[in-house]
Each structure stands twice: as structure tokens, then as C-alpha cells.
């Protein structure tokens, strides 16, 4: 009788047994969605530019025309199309804050990973370095710098927000790699003869890798902000379009007080929509990569706290039988020993 071929038969299991999903473990939560679904109507906004019949520059009305005829947030001060500039500015301010993100955030990690992995004179330096900066108000550095600028452009405004944004991230993961590099893996790879380079990148850098993310996220949020304020001080991207330069000709048109709402309330939104749809990713992203914080943990809670109540029951309905068990067995001593008396 011949035996079956346990490996085929392993094969066989593992075949028709369902896949997991790897993406299931990350547990996107409904505000992950939410907050994604606000960042894509903004990247949206931004591209529909590209295929809009009307360009930013093109003067379609007068002063401040209401909405109709075509127009469906009417014109501005310069008798432009606000959708148009509302697209062609949004495109110009999600630029901004993606280049000065990747600027603050390579910095900041790149200062926090040296401090906090090697320490010593050279973390206090760094560190001293950042607490100055962070004490001086980053507005009025982005003011001096701005000014100083011969002519600001769409990416020198970036480099500039980017090169004085940096600082508390370069704290956070300071901190971070300060408690990786205690690690075992850590000694392992230095006994091995790795580099310092190698270490940062390979065995410290993907534990930290997950706040980086976030750190980025808030650091586009920042930017965009940072650009919206000021461009409505005068001193946005010359020769372009922004958020923030729609709501400087919007105050300096006194487009509030002839109640043209058409011309500061879009950006407005946009940016409120920015602000909030980049916080909320960045709070979700925390759910996602924190365990602690994900979204199963109340279906967890709840399932154990069913599982040590039936184990509880279970527990106390065993313990009569043990008691007569333990009375049976103390009446037959009882017996026994009264029957050696007699």
C-alpha cells in the first residue's frame, strides 16, 4: 500500500488555502480615506488646470464681475477668471510645498541620524545649531530671506521655506535614532566592519523610516502655508500664480469689503482644504504605523475581554465538581479512619 507524498500534499494545502493580504495588516482607517480623498481633490484641482479652457493670464471680464456667463467663480481685480487662477495656483503652491517638504525633511533626517546615532560633541553641536534656529521665529527669517532675494521665483520661495524648516524634525528624529542605535543589530553591524554611512542607511534609517513619512507630510502642509503667508505680505513668486498671491490682490482690491466673495472665498477653502486634509493624513498614517493606535484595537479589546469572561465561566463552572471531588474524597478518609477505630 503506498504512502502519500507528504510534499505534494503540503502543495496541495498550501494551494487552495486563501492568500493573505498583505496590505491588511496596515489597517487603513475610514479618516486615512477621508484625508487621501481631500489631498486628491486638491492634486486634481491642480491638474485640471492643464486642460482648462482659460488660462490664468487671459482677461475674459472687469473689476470684480459676479459669477455667470460662463464664469462659475466670476472674475478678479484683473478681470481674470478666478477657477482658472484658482487651478493655476493651487498647482503652483502644491509645487512649492512638495519641493520645500523634501528639502526640510532630507535635512532634518539627515541631522537628527548623525546626531543621534553618533553622539557625543558632535549630536551637542548639531543640536545647539538646531535649538537656535528654532528659537529665532522662522516668519521673520522667511521675511529677511525673501527680501534679500533679487527676484523671487517658484523654486528659490521653496528653497528658502525648505532651508529654515527643518529644525523640529531633525529634534524628532534626533530622538529617534538616539534609542535605534542601543539596539543589538546595531553592534552586529559595526563588529561586521560596516561604515557609518551604511549603518544610517541600512540598520537605522528604515526603523525611523515611518516618521519620515508623516514628517514629510507635515512639512508639505507647512509650506503651503508658509508660501499663502507670504504671498499676501507682497512677497509670493513674481510672475505667477499662488494661493496665497489670489488672496494678496483679493485684500489689496478690497475684494472683502465690496462683497465680492467670489475672489478670496475659493482659496480660501483650498487652502483650509490643504491645511486639514494633509493634518488628518498625517494623524491617520500615525494609526497606520503605530500599532497601538490602529483601527482593530476596540474589536481586540472587545474580543478579549470575551475570551477571559468565558474563561472565567469556564474556570467557575469547574470549580463545584472539584468541591465534590474534594468532599468525596474527604468522606471516604473519614469513613476509613472511623472503621480503624472501630
Known amino acids: 500500500m503506498s504512502t502519500p507524498n507528504v510534499s505534494s500534499v503540503a502543495t496541495a494545502d498550501e ?3 486563501p492568500r493573505s493580504n498583505p496590505f491588511r495588516s496596515l489597517n487603513f482607517s475610514a479618516r486615512f480615506w477621508v484625508a487621501l480623498g481631500f489631498v486628491v481633490l486638491v492634486l486634481l484641482l491642480g ?3 492643464y486642460f482648462y479652457p482659460t488660462s490664468s493670464s487671459e482677461k ?3 473689476l470684480y ?8 467663480f466670476g472674475t478678479d481685480n484683473f478681470g481674470h477668471d478666478v477657477l482658472a487662477v484658482l487651478m493655476a495656483g493651487t498647482r503652483t503652491s502644491l ?6 517638504g523634501i528639502i526640510a525633511t532630507t535635512i532634518g533626517v539627515a541631522i537628527g541620524l548623525l546626531a543621534g546615532y553618533v553622539g557625543g560633541w558632535l549630536e551637542e553641536l548639531l543640536m545647539g545649531i538646531t535649538n537656535v534656529v528654532l528659537a529665532i521665529p522662522s516668519i521673520i527669517v522667511l521675511i529677511l530671506i525673501s527680501i534679500s532675494l533679487p527676484k523671487s521665483t517658484m523654486w528659490s520661495l521653496a528653497v528658502v521655506i525648505g532651508i529654515t524648516s527643518w529644525p523640529w524634525t531633525a529634534r524628532a528624529v534626533r530622538a529617534q535614532a538616539s534609542s535605534v ?3 543589538e543589530h546595531i553592534d552586529v553591524a559595526r563588529l561586521s566592519g560596516a561604515r557609518l554611512g551604511g549603518i544610517l542607511v541600512r540598520d537605522v534609517l528604515p526603523y525611523i523610516l515611518s516618521y519620515a513619512v508623516m514628517a514629510f507630510v507635515l512639512q508639505v502642509s507647512g509650506a503651503i502655508l ?7 505680505l507682497g512677497l509670493g513668486p513674481a510672475g ?7 488672496l494678496h490682490w483679493a485684500l489689496a482690491f478690497q475684494a472683502v469689503a465690496s462683497g465680492a466673495w467670489w475672489a478670496f472665498l475659493p482659496p480660501t477653502i483650498v487652502l483650509t482644504l490643504v491645511s486639514f486634509g494633509f493634518l488628518l493624513l498625517q494623524a491617520s498614517l500615525d494609526e497606520v504605523f503605530n500599532p497601538r493606535l490602529r483601527r482593530g484595537k476596540r474589536k481586540q479589546m472587545k474580543q478579549t475581554q470575551a475570551r477571559r469572561l468565558a474563561e472565567a465561566q469556564a474556570a467557575a463552572a469547574t470549580r463545584p465538581v472539584g468541591g465534590e471531588r474534594a468532599g468525596v474524597g474527604a468522606g471516604r478518609a473519614r469513613t476509613a479512619h472511623e472503621g480503624g477505630r472501630s
Open 226 to 232: 508658509a508660501e499663502a503667508a507670504l504671498s499676501m
Open 181 to 183: 542605535a542601543t539596539r
Open 47 to 49: 491638474v485640471a488646470g
Open 15 to 17: 494551494a487552495t488555502a
Open 240 to 246: 505667477a500664480d499662488s494661493l496665497g498671491t489670489q
Open 60 to 62: 475674459v471680464g472687469s
Open 95 to 100: 509645487v512649492i510645498g512638495l519641493v520645500a
Open 65 to 72: 464681475d459676479p459669477p455667470g456667463n460662463g464664469l462659475l
